[in-house]
């Protein structure tokens, strides 16, 4: 796996969902394990986010959350991960997965997943990730992700995204697929 030693998965914490979510979320957590590749994350245990590291571990793989010191007051903590790392503040903490991670996979998800994908895909446009361009890919088998991109491509032909930094965010229906386009 070319230079791809960790991916910051960025997902929805909702419960109650549906559970095909649920189920893309295990396989990407139990892909990225057997490929050696660590899982960052948001370090809690609800939603997508619990069940992508809960299924890396339980592949054996290497999970890292990075979480707020005050969200573990609201019973969100994450237990049984490789390593839970506490941080300041939720500004913190997304420069932290920024910094741990090779690259960056957005499952489906709400505000907070929208605002990550967003947010290390312009640090990206900005040289902010150090020495390498880090990609963002939206991960859905669904066309979940399908208006987002059609909003980048207007974006771009208005001239509102340089065309040349439209690709940082690139899209994937499978999870071989993202990873592919992660390691390229
Ligand atoms: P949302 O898509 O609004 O459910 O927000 C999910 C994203 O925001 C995740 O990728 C997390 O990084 C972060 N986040 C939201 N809620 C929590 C939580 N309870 N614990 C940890 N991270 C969270």
């Not at 791809?4 to 394990?33: E, H, M, P, T």
């Not at 997965?97 to 312009?122: K, N, Q, R, S």
Request: glycine share 16%; aromatic share 6%; net charge negative.
């Amino acid at each position: 796996m070319s230079g791809l030693n960790s991916v910051a998965v960025f997902c929805g914490s909702s419960n109650g969902i549906d559970d095909s979510y649920v189920q893309l979320a295990r396989a990407l957590g139990d892909k990225l394990a057997r490929d050696g590749i660590t899982v960052v994350y948001g370090g809690g245990n609800s939603g997508l986010m619990g069940a992508v590291a809960d299924a890396a571990m339980q592949a054996g793989g290497e999970v890292i959350g990075v979480i707020p010191g005050g969200l573990f007051g609201n019973g969100i903590s994450a237990d049984g991960v490789t390593r839970l790392e506490e941080v300041d503040d939720m500004h913190a903490r997304k420069a932290r997965m920024y910094e741990l991670a090779d690259g960056f996979i957005g499952l489906p998800g709400g505000l907070g997943t929208l605002e990550e994908v967003f947010e290390a895909a312009t640090w990206s446009q900005l040289g902010l990730h150090g020495d390498k361009t880090k990609q963002v890919v939206l991960l859905a088998n669904d066309g979940f992700w399908d208006p987002i991109h059609q909003l980048l491509d207007t974006a771009t032909d208005a001239g509102f995204v340089r065309t040349s930094t439209r690709g940082i965010v690139s899209a994937a229906s499978t999870i071989d697929e993202a990873i592919e386009q992660l390691s390229g």
